[in-house]
């Protein structure tokens, strides 16, 4: 069972929005970074956002800055990942992820704890 739980991801006609959402299974993680990264089939994941334990720090990818909203509620242990204008080479799998500590909130490497995953499809 993974302590962090992603949900929102779907069918989506480019354009559009949707909005995944990640709840993790312990109090702990309020102070925890939060990140999403997404994987392309045979690619290696990509750092798409973070956001610090208080909310008041982001960081975005390039690919989605300006597009992509990350923020959290700690008082329910649950980050969100905002998408707007969505294209077709944001379809894939996003998954969240938590770490205590980062020195680096892009780096997939840092991060202990991840979610199983939420699909997202992207439609013309």
């Known amino acids: 069972q993974g302590r962090l739980v992603e949900s929102g991801g779907g069918l989506v006609q480019a354009g559009g929005s949707l909005r995944l959402s990640c709840v993790a299974s312990?109090?702990?993680?309020?102070?925890?970074?939060m990140g999403w990264f997404r994987q392309a089939p045979g690619k290696d994941g990509e750092f798409v956002a973070a956001i610090n334990w208080s909310g008041g720090s982001t960081n975005y990818a390039d690919s989605v800055k300006g597009r992509f909203t990350i923020s959290r509620d700690n008082t329910k242990t649950t980050v969100f990942l905002q998408m707007n204008d969505v294209k077709p080479e944001d379809a894939t799998v996003y998954y969240c992820?938590?770490?205590?500590?980062?020195?680096?909130?892009?780096?997939?490497?840092?991060?202990?704890?991840w979610g199983q995953g939420t699909q997202v499809t992207v439609s013309s």
């Open positions: 992820a938590a770490d205590p500590d980062l020195r680096n909130v892009r780096n997939e490497e840092e991060y202990d704890f």
């Open positions: 312990e109090r702990t993680f309020r102070s925890y970074f």
